[in-house]
Each structure stands twice: as C-alpha cells, then as structure tokens.
C-alpha cells in the first residue's frame, strides 16, 4: 500500500539513503561474521569459483600428504630392518672370524716304523686313505691309446669324408640358377635332360667358379649312394659345414606333408599314436603338445605349437609324402600332403665321436677324415687338440705313436683320471679307456723314519690341508683338521703282519659349535626381514611401495627392493647366497675365507639396497615438503580471492553507522515540515 502514501521529495531522498546505508551495513556485517568478503557466487562469480578450484585442489594435495607420510615410515620400517640385518651379518662375520682363529684341532700319536701304514677315513677324507712311505719317482702322466692303428673314419651309408648336400633332382633345375655358398651357377643342360647330365654341367661350372679342378675341386657333385635321385654336392674339406644350396624362383620346390590338430574341436582322444609312435596324452593341451614332442624323433616329424589358438601342427621329416598319421583322435584334426620337387637335405661329413674327460671337465670331439693335403696328419691333430682347448682342457694333447696310434696324454704328471667316453669309444679304444696319472715323489729331506711320516703326510695331495703331521717326542702325531671324528687304522708293521689296531681323533667341536651359531644368526635374519613391515607393505620381502605424487596421478614413485642387476628380489638369506652350515663347512681356513668373502659381498649388497631406499626417502621427503608449500601457496592464492580485510570492514561498519544516524536525522528533519503543515490545520 505504499503507493497509496505520498511523501515528500526530502523524505523520500532520505528513506532511499537509509535503506542503502542498511543495506551496505548488512554487507559488512556478513564479512566480519565470515571473514570473507566473497561468500557466494553471487558476490563475484569469477573470484568464487578460482577459490572454489583453489581449495580443491588443495584438498586433494593434502589427502596425497597421508600417503607420502605412510610411504615414509614404510622405508623407515624397511631400513631399520636393513640396519639390523647389517649388525646381523657383522655378528655372522664375528662368528667366522673366531672359527677361524681357533685352532683346537684333536691330535693323536702313534709309533711308526719304515713299513707302517695308516689308514684314514672319515673327518675330510670321503673314502679312506692310505698313508706310507714311498720310493721316489717321476710321477706317471694319463694317458690313453688307441687299440690299433689310426685311420680315417669309415662312416655309414651315404656319408662322405667332406660335409655334403643332398638335392632332390627335378627337370626344373634344368637351365635354371644355383647358388652354392654364396657362388651363382648356372645350368646349360636344356630341359628334359638327364640327371647325369646336369651333374656333370654343375661340376663344370663349380669348378670354374672356384677355379679348381680335378684332384683339386672344391666341391664333388656325383649321385647319391643310398638314394640315386639326389645329387650329392660335397664339400672336399672335411672340417667344413655342409654347401649351403639356394634355388631360382622358376625351380619346383618339393613341400613336407603337415597334420593339424585343433584342440579346442576335438571331441575324444584314446590310444592316441602318431607317426606310428604311442602318446601320452595327459589331461590338458600342453600334455599333449609335450608327448607328440617327446616321440618327435621316432615318429619322423617335427611340432609346431600355437598355444594362443591351442593348435598344433606336426611336419614330416621327409618331402613330397602324405602328412604325419594321427590315430586314436576323433575330430578336430586335418592332413595335407606335401607336394614333389626340389629339396635339400644337409649331411655331415664322416666321423668319429668320442668324449675325453680330464679331471672335471669334458670334452665332446667330433674327429673328422684328414684332408688332402701333405700336412693332413697334423692338420687333424690340430683340429682335436683345438676342440680340446674349446672345451677348457688345455693340459691334455693328442698325438701319434710310433705305430701311428692316436695317444691322449697329459702333459703333467698328476692324480688326475682321464677317461674317453663317448658313441665310438669302445671301437677305437677297446676296453682301456680309462687312466690315472700319479704325481711325482721326490726323496725325503730326512732319514729319521718319524720325520719321513711327517714329510709325507705335509706334502701328499690327499692329505694336505685335511690332517696335519709333527713329530712329538719320537713319534707321530697326527692332527685332525676338521670338526668330524677321524678314524684311524694304524697297521704299525706293514699289511700281513700283526692285526692293525683302530683309532679315533675328535672333531673340533669349537669350530662345530660356531657352524650351529652361524645358522642361528641365519634364521635371524629372516625374521628381521619379516618383521620389517609398516601398514601390511614389507619392501624387505619384495612388496611394491607405490607414492603417488599428484592429484592426476600422473607423477609417483614406485619403491622395491632389488639386485644388483635390477631384477626385483627380497631380502632373504637364500637371496643373499648365504647357505646354512654344517660343521664340515668350517675345517678349512679357505673355505671360512670364501664364506667371509659371501659376508661382504652380502654387506655391500644391503648397503647398496640402504642408499637406493636411502635415495627414495630423500625423494619422497622433497616431493612432501614441496606438496605442502603447494598446498599452502594454493590455499593463500584462494583467501587472497575470498577474504575480507577486518579493519577495513570495520572501518566501513564505523563509517555506514555515523551515515545511518546522520541519515536518521535527516529523515527526521524532513519530516518536520510535514509536521508543521499539520499544526497550521489544526
């Protein structure tokens, strides 16, 4: 009903500025409630929503700030667990050390003459030993020969004394390329001409090619002797690998049959055979795959495997005939068969295969026929003592006889066996083909028969190093340099004359005790590593810490342990290589060195775990520390955009409030003169 009252100009100009002032007042007053001079989109949209987005962000950096924490005390846990793992390794370290120094090794005494013999079994002798005096003498050397005269290997049917190639002849390699190793021939012969003709062509033009003839050809081109259709291509050097021989487009190339099987369509199996070979089927397609495989050879085919797809596809061994035959499974197989032509098939060169074993090392020898020319002897025997080297065995040479027998011999005078060994073995070397060397056996420095003992015993291969020698007193004392008892049969008169009595010197049972406090440290270790876990993530048992850095995620780090190499591995005793102990582990000062040395190359590899971590830590504390400046750099920018200035506000209320009341009295003033016409009225 406003409309209905009339007031004045002055009265009107002053209510309008009253009611502004109130408003204005209001305005300020939700800013000092709120702190906020922006508390809606509708006081300033642009401000309100980067604020909004500000905050948001914010928000979520600080939500990553929890994981980064947790993160960190993961690799705290995990370096802790590092740290005692190192003290524990130091204490394995400690406990070789002692067993190291400790040299309570058990000793007994006995009276010797010149003829006694004592026998050794048990502590670190495996097998027993025979302890006596001996005569020098130069030492023997292995050594092995043939049972009779060396000669050529003789081969099987179809085989050459060079390496050959069989070719498949059809009238299409008539008037066609070849290529033999490399060299391009071509065939004069027109088509339909006889096989015998294109052989003698391929000899003209190889021999042209390669410039030799004769005697001398490189390669011999004549008819197979197991299959005249094929034509042997042979390769005069027997040491060579067999012509490798290429075709024109034009030649009629023979294909092998193929068998498929589709497993997934198969609808039964039973009695299953292929390639007339029994198959163990099992209960799954890679059984199958793996029994076709395993009668592969005696079944003359080869297997091709799609385990994607679960299909198998079996090759015929030989060309131009029907597919591998499968029985005994119903569905789900399909056999095509090869096409005729052309096809090469390699044969190696005529030979002898035999095995020699020199101590721990094996060599597989395949000898081959001498070549032609005046130095062919002792071209072979080159070629055996290089494949001898190959293999690492560099102290076994072969060589002739004066009877022109192939001897293995080595070349130093050692108790080591050399041993052939192989498929031809026995035809060229008989029954004899096994032989020990003996190291040679110098005169002793004494002639007391105690200190002749001793002498042996300190420098025999068999016992150095396993017992130790002295003599106490007139006598000999032997010491037993392991943690297991030693037995000791004492024949003091020689075999044949007065029973031999029998003997027992204890182990060291310090050493042995030191082995059992080793595998205590051991187990120790594990457990370290299993308790080294923070929140369910144990990066010492190979757990992938992963930190994401950023609100998108596109920026994190993942933290594992690892080897040297980079692969992913735990912490772990077997991964360490350090194995339990047996108190026989500990007899040998060496072998406590090599044990040592499995220590510090353990320590060196958990130290270099510690700094990668180390690394990590550092990384996750600098992305932490940046994330919180972000965070606090973010939530500044959105205040900077929201927040009210109190004093300013405050101002503002003081000065809106002298307005309010100055305008009050000027609404009052102006009213007055309505007041005045009122009282003229009445």
Do not use: C
Not at 364 to 383: F, G, M
Not at 588 to 600: M, N, P, Q
């Amino acid at each position: 009903m406003g409309s209905d009252i009339s007031l004045s100009k002055a009265v009107r100009t002053n209510l309008l500025s009253l009611q502004n002032t109130a408003e204005m007042m209001n305005k300020t007053q939700n800013r000092l409630a709120t702190g906020n001079k922006v508390n809606s989109a509708l006081d300033n949209p642009s401000n309100f929503f980067t604020a909004s987005a500000l905050n948001s962000r914010a928000a979520d950096m600080s939500n990553l700030l929890d994981s980064m924490a947790s993160g960190i005390k993961v690799i705290e846990a995990a370096d802790k667990g590092i740290s005692a793992i190192t003290k524990n390794i130091e204490s394995m370290q400690s406990t070789l050390r002692q067993a190291r120094q400790d040299k309570s090794f058990q000793t007994d005494t006995y009276e010797v003459t010149a003829d006694s013999t004592l026998k050794l079994s048990g502590g670190q002798f495996g097998e027993g030993f025979d302890v006596k005096l001996q005569a020098a003498s130069g030492g023997q050397s292995a050594n092995v020969t043939t049972a009779a005269v060396w000669a050529d290997p003789a081969g099987v049917a179809g085989q050459t004394a060079g390496p050959q190639v069989l070719v498949k002849f059809d009238d299409t390699l008539n008037g066609t390329a070849i290529k033999v190793d490399g060299l391009t021939v071509t065939s004069t012969t027109a088509a339909g001409a006889t096989q015998a003709a294109f052989m003698t062509d391929l000899q003209a033009q190889l021999d042209t090619a390669t410039g030799t003839t004769g005697a001398t050809s490189k390669y011999i081109v004549a008819a197979d002797t197991v299959d005249a259709t094929k034509v042997s291509i042979q390769l005069r050097e027997p040491t060579g690998v067999s012509p490798k021989v290429e075709f024109a487009g034009s030649v009629a190339k023979a294909t092998q049959g193929v068998t498929e099987i589709d497993y997934a369509a198969i609808t039964s199996m039973g009695g299953v055979t292929a390639g007339g070979q029994g198959i163990n089927i099992g209960g799954s397609f890679d059984e199958l795959v793996k029994g076709l495989q395993d009668k592969a050879t005696a079944g003359s085919y080869t297997v091709e495997v799609d385990a994607a797809a679960k299909k198998i596809k079996l090759v015929s061994t030989a060309y131009s005939g029907a597919g591998p035959v499968i029985a005994g499974i119903t569905g789900g197989t399909t056999s095509t068969a090869g096409s005729t032509g052309v096809y090469t098939q390699d044969v190696a060169a005529r030979s002898f295969k035999i095995d020699v074993t020199y101590g721990d090392k094996t060599a597989k020898l395949d000898i081959v026929s001498r070549d032609a020319s005046p130095y062919a002897k002792e071209n072979q025997l080159k070629d055996i003592n290089d494949q001898l080297k190959a293999a690492g065995i560099n102290d076994v040479t072969a060589s002739l006889d004066s009877s022109d027998k192939l001897v293995f011999t080595s070349t130093s005078a050692e108790a080591k066996t050399l041993a052939i060994s192989g498929a031809d073995a026995n035809a060229l070397f008989g029954g004899a083909t096994v032989s020990t060397g003996s190291p040679a056996v110098s005169a002793y420095k004494s002639s007391n028969t105690v200190d002749q003992f001793v002498e042996e015993i300190n420098r025999n291969a068999g016992t150095v190093g396993k017992v130790r020698a002295s003599n106490d007193n007139g006598k000999l004392r032997i010491e037993n340099l392991s943690t297991q008892e030693l037995d000791v049969e004492f024949d003091k008169d020689g075999a044949g004359v007065g029973a031999p009595t029998q003997h027992k010197i204890a182990g060291n049972v310090i050493r042995d005790n030191l082995a059992k406090q080793f595998n205590e440290l051991r187990d120790q270790l594990d457990k370290f590593a299993d308790d080294s876990s923070f929140n369910g993530i144990n990066l010492l048992r190979g757990d992938k810490l992963t930190i994401t850095f950023n609100e998108s995620g596109s920026s994190s780090i993942q933290i594992q342990a690892k080897d040297k190499n980079g692969n992913e591995r735990a912490i772990t005793a077997a991964n360490l290589n350090l194995e339990s102990l047996v108190g026989q582990d500990l007899d040998k000062d060496t072998d406590i060195d090599a044990l040592l040395g499995k220590l510090s190359t353990a320590l060196s590899e958990l130290r270099s775990q510690a700094s990668t971590f180390g690394s990590n830590l550092s990384s996750v504390e600098n992305r932490q520390t940046f994330t919180k400046n972000m965070i606090n750099t973010l939530e500044t920018g959105a205040a900077n955009l929201t927040l009210a200035d109190t004093n300013e506000e405050a101002a503002n209320l003081l000065a809106l409030q002298t307005r309010q009341q100055l305008s009050s009295s000027a609404l009052s003033m102006a009213s007055q003169q309505d007041q005045a016409v009122l009282q003229l009225l009445r």
